[in-house]
């Protein structure tokens, strides 16, 4: 899932929220979407996967929907995949 076409853009929205200053308080959908020149349905589209995949948490701040990494999700995914899964 991740891999696909649109996966692509998937990956580079995990690896975008790595960077120091998204690591803490993430991005919104809108800040997503003009990083990544998409439509902000699409961008929305994109969280809500990686959110139900649970490779992103949310949390409300200053009124908005902040997505931000999960790194012990992530991490345990990675050790699925490394054995094989």
Known sequence: MLRTPVGDTRLRILAWLREPD????????????????????????????????????TARSTGRLHYRRDEVRIAQVARMLEKGW
């Open 22 to 57: 998204r690591g803490e308080r993430g991005a919104t959908a809108e800040a997503v979407a003009a990083r990544f020149g998409l439509p902000r349905p699409v961008a929305v589209t994109h969280l809500r996967l990686l959110t139900s995949l649970g490779l992103l948490c």
